[in-house]
């Protein structure tokens, strides 16, 4: 089995490393191949200044395509380039698409599962929920079976508020009533794993891949502050606070995401189910310290 990933940022690289051993062989994509370099991986170039030629013979040789590049300001950049040559490809092929939880915009505070019509309000969640219909077309043919991977906040190794705090950037912005969804990268893999081993069956599909609790994020702050044994910063109301004009957006969305359909359809058993034993485990692995972690890719 083939495995061809469209961009080896932090999710997909974990992936890799830790589900790598599933593939007869792996091929990758970044913008600068040099800086993405891993055991077993070719790498190859794209990106909007270009892309190696061989990356189609490698999508005509894959069974298993990833994808984690995200869409440009009005098209999603692998469809916009290869769309054809993966709609040509005759083997049968699993695409695993990784989208976000933004795509169902604001629900006030209420459960949101993916029976959910998509509602986006910001601009590249309308971009990102025309991507998604782009890429479930291709589940027309029977030989591609399409999941979209609807992510929440993503945290793990080098990128967690134990890090944040280290390092003076994190922030307690209290808007009543908010509550974000979170999930760890070793959950990520895990329920792609899950959907490699899943027999194809063709169509496309959406899954919610998110914890099981929902929390205000200065709540979050406040733990890890705990667990490092350190005062938080102080609670800044959000109305007043000084954030950029993307930082706000987030908050302009309000939501709890339910993640049944990956523990009763693929059998998803979550590491971390809340953030709670996420940042234990990270702590507990000496994140947070002087020298400790990894920065994100």
Request: glycine residues 10%.
């Amino acid at each position: 089995m083939n495995l061809f990933v469209f961009g080896l940022g932090y999710s997909a690289r974990h992936f890799v490393e830790a589900y790598g051993r599933l593939f007869d062989s792996i091929a990758a994509t970044a913008r600068d191949p040099g800086t993405g370099r891993g055991d077993g991986i070719s790498m190859l170039r794209f990106g909007p200044d270009g892309a190696d030629p061989s990356v189609e013979q490698r999508l005509g040789e894959a069974d298993v395509l990833l994808v984690s590049v995200p869409p440009g300001s009005s098209s999603d950049p692998v469809l916009a380039r290869y769309g054809r040559r993966i709609a040509a490809t005759k083997r049968p092929q699993l695409v695993l698409y990784l989208s976000t939880i933004g795509v169902y915009g604001d629900r006030g505070g209420e459960w949101v599962d993916e029976e959910a019509l998509p509602t986006p309000l910001s601009e590249r969640s309308k971009v990102r929920v025309q991507a998604e219909k782009a890429w479930a077309t291709l589940s027309k043919d029977r030989a591609k079976t399409v999941h979209l991977l609807r992510l929440s906040g993503i945290y793990g190794p080098g990128r967690n508020p134990l890090v944040n705090l280290a390092q003076g950037r994190a922030h307690r912005y209290v808007k009543p009533g908010q509550v974000f969804n979170r999930i760890h990268v070793d959950d990520i893999a895990a329920t792609l794993a899950a959907l490699v081993a899943r027999p194809a069956g063709g169509g496309s599909h959406a899954w919610n891949v998110t914890d099981d609790e929902p929390a205000p994020p200065q709540d979050v702050v406040t733990y890890a502050a705990a667990m490092m044994g350190i005062e938080p910063p102080p609670a800044q109301d959000f109305a007043t606070a000084e954030l950029s004009a993307m930082a706000r957006s987030f908050y302009g969305e309000n939501k709890r995401c339910s993640n049944r359909r990956i523990k009763e359809m693929l059998g998803v058993v979550l590491s971390y189910p809340t953030y709670r034993e996420g940042i234990a485990a990270l702590w507990a692995a000496g994140e947070g310290r002087v020298g400790a972690g990894r920065p994100p890719a």
